[in-house]
């Protein structure tokens, strides 16, 4: 009964989006913005295990809940085993699919409702009482699996995965604000000239371009403390990236790129010659040093031995501030546009998505350096003394 359902979820203000579809979203672009998965009973050919199997694959750690009329222990079995997080045979009642939410998330979603649940059903339930909703979904014609698509947006307090009722994917994606709002902070920087960013040892590590300062911080503080700070023995640093065997510099007026010791001075183990006249922005992928030059608006990727070119990219906008790539996706910002984008990893780096925040548009301070970790987005702005953190979630597709 996917009004009962919807209802339910309503009552925790829960935005529900429907396709008929469900196969095609199964891309890990498109699971990375769930939060749950709810699987139904699967008209063929797409079982339920075959469903499990596939998100397990594309996103190991994504809660799935399957709620089903197949009460057989073996199958029960199965799909825990294939991966899933919870089982509800049919009919279950409302408290019990949202408690099943609730052990997936390890937060309460019903101690606030807008209404009670104990609420009138919005039509007999197959037991032909009335007096509270049930969630026996009975399999439905397959003359509705070809279903148009529809959407229907609530109050978007959270987002709940996906739900295969009445013959339809139905896609509950639901985002939780509050813990957004948890990773939504702004940290008082002593420095006002951040540059660039890098990860180490779970340290953030930031690159100060006046003062030719690294800063270590710890992300785990509440202040996000300096514990470290490294002077760099060679002027007119503009970029900075950390691996396991030294930090790499760029040095934009003498066009050069560097290797230094992780060492209390920083000494400078290797000299290279950038590509570009601009060298700024550095990343290391853990196999391979990716730069950027600023004028040429270029992102070159570098052998790691000799940094030699191996390949060069265009980049999306002509003010390129940083640069990040994991193994799904590459990401560049733009202090001219004022916007992230979101590349493909194919032969040109195709942009995929471009995003923007609030806080791109605030100020004539431009943007400098970003760095993501897990769903958290960091960023800066030369000219700020300020570091910022964001949810995912936050950032708005344009």
């Not at 109050?155 to 896609?171: E, F, R």
């Not at 030699?308 to 996706?329: H, L, Q, R, S």
Request: one cysteine or more; aromatic letters at 10%.
């Amino acid at each position: 009964m996917r009004l009962a359902l919807r209802a339910v979820l309503e009552a925790c203000d829960v935005v529900v989006e429907e396709t008929v579809d469900f196969e095609a979203n199964l891309s890990p672009p498109y699971l990375d913005s769930l939060d749950a998965v709810v699987v139904g009973d699967t008209p063929d050919p797409m079982t339920a295990d075959q469903t499990i199997s596939k998100i397990r694959l594309a996103k190991p750690t994504l809660p799935i809940v399957v709620v089903s009329a197949t009460v057989d222990g073996a199958f029960r079995n199965q799909v825990l085993h294939l991966g899933a997080s919870e089982f509800l045979p049919k009919p279950f009642e409302n408290k019990e699919f949202l408690h099943a939410l609730e052990r997936c998330f390890k937060e309460p979603l019903i101690s606030t409702p807008k209404e009670s649940f104990e609420r009138p059903a919005l039509g007999p339930s197959v037991h032909g009482q009335a007096e509270k909703v049930t969630f026996d979904i009975p399999s439905p014609p397959s003359s509705q699996a070809g279903e148009k698509s529809t959407k229907r947006h609530f109050s978007p307090w959270l987002i709940v995965g996906l739900a295969l009722v009445a013959g339809t994917w139905v896609l509950y994606r639901w985002q939780n604000q509050q813990r957004a709002a948890k990773l939504h902070h702004d940290y008082r920087l002593p420095y006002s000239n951040p540059a660039d960013m890098s990860w180490h040892d779970g340290k953030l590590w930031i690159l100060d371009w006046l003062s030719q300062t690294v800063y270590v911080q710890d992300v785990s503080d509440a202040n996000v403390s300096i514990v470290q700070a490294l002077h760099l023995p060679i002027a007119h640093v503009s970029g900075m990236t950390v691996t396991n065997s030294g930090l790499y510099t760029s040095d934009g007026w003498a066009k050069k790129i560097r290797l230094h010791r992780l060492d209390a001075s920083l000494s400078v183990q290797k000299e290279y010659s950038s590509p570009g006249p601009s060298p700024a922005s550095l990343f290391w992928d853990g196999h391979y040093l990716w730069s950027v030059d600023s004028q040429e608006h270029r992102i070159y990727q570098h052998e790691p031995q000799t940094l030699a070119v191996i390949a060069t990219y265009p980049t999306p906008g002509n003010a390129p501030a940083g640069f990040y790539k994991d193994e799904k996706f590459a990401w560049t910002m733009d202090s001219r546009t004022r916007r992230l984008y979101q590349h493909r990893l194919d032969s040109n780096l195709s942009v995929l998505q471009t995003y923007s925040l609030p806080e791109f548009e605030e100020g004539a301070e431009p943007l400098s350096c970003f760095l993501w970790q897990a769903d958290t987005f960091w960023f800066a702005r030369d000219r700020k003394a300020l570091l910022f953190r964001r949810d995912k979630r936050l950032l708005t597709p344009r």
